[in-house]
């Protein structure tokens, strides 16, 4: 699968998931992908009042790519917790 992002999160999701966009991904490189996001999400700064803060921004990206792995793959749903995209795996009757 290739991640579909707007031009403003392709740097941004470069340089946390060390992958190009335009490569080709597996379910696990995927979700990998998606833990790491996760991740820089809980460690990043708070936007609101700083000028170094990419909270929303990168709150954002895991929004959309939790939205395109549940698409993709049909075995995943997404769930918000708090406001943050969960990825659950669901067996297939």
């Known amino acids: 699968m290739k991640f579909n992002l ?3 999160q392709r ?3 470069e340089s ?4 190009s ?3 080709n991904l597996n379910k ?3 979700l990998e992908i998606f833990e790491n996001v996760k991740k820089s999400y809980s ?3 708070n936007s609101f009042g700083s000028k170094t ?3 929303e921004e990168v709150l954002e ?3 959309i790519i939790s939205d395109q792995i549940a698409s993709e793959y049909k075995d995943c749903e997404v769930a918000l917790k708090q406001g943050i995209p969960e990825i659950t795996k669901v067996k297939e009757k």
């Open 6 to 8: 707007p031009r403003r």
């Open 11 to 13: 740097k941004s999701f």
């Open 16 to 19: 946390v998931s060390g992958k």
């Open 21 to 23: 966009l335009d490569s």
């Open 28 to 30: 696990k490189e995927a």
């Open 43 to 45: 460690s990043a700064p």
């Open 53 to 55: 803060g990419k909270k």
């Open 61 to 63: 990206m895991l929004l």
